[in-house]
Nanobody, 115 residues
Framework: QVQLMESGGGLVQAGGSLRLSCAAS????????MGWYRQAPGKQRELVAT???????NYADSVKGRFTISRIYAKNTVYLQMNSLKPEDTAVYYC?????????WGQGTQVTVSS
């Protein structure tokens, strides 16, 4: 069993920055990948960014050039640095990890960007 805990969400003005963090704990033998998804009101959950055990990253087109995902492997921790935030970035952001082929999700952290 793996538990994920997100932090760093909040309210920010358009153009501002936030840094999300997520730490995985529990029975962890191999973390294949970690990442972030988000869900805006009335919308489907969408991928924001992922990073694999080989440090390959993938970003949604809407956040490329603004968001950066990174990992501290020894701590099973993933970060999402969000710059130049836009109102359309407003959503609940969920941490995700794949561990031995199983998916795990955090509880979500609210990010609200005001114009």
């Amino acid at each position: 069993q793996v538990q994920l805990m997100e932090s760093g969400g909040g309210l920010v003005q358009a153009g501002g920055s936030l840094r999300l963090s997520c730490a995985a704990s529990g029975t962890i033998f191999s973390v294949d990948a970690m990442g972030w998804y988000r869900q805006a009101p009335g919308k489907q959950r969408e991928l924001v960014a992922t990073i694999t055990s080989l440090s390959r990253t993938n970003y949604a087109d809407s956040v490329k050039g603004r968001f950066t995902i990174s990992r501290i492997y020894a701590k099973n921790t993933v970060y999402l640095q969000m710059n130049s935030l836009k109102p359309e970035d407003t959503a609940v952001y969920y941490c995700w990890t794949a561990e031995r082929g199983n998916d795990y999700w955090g509880q979500g952290t609210q990010v609200t960007v005001s114009s």
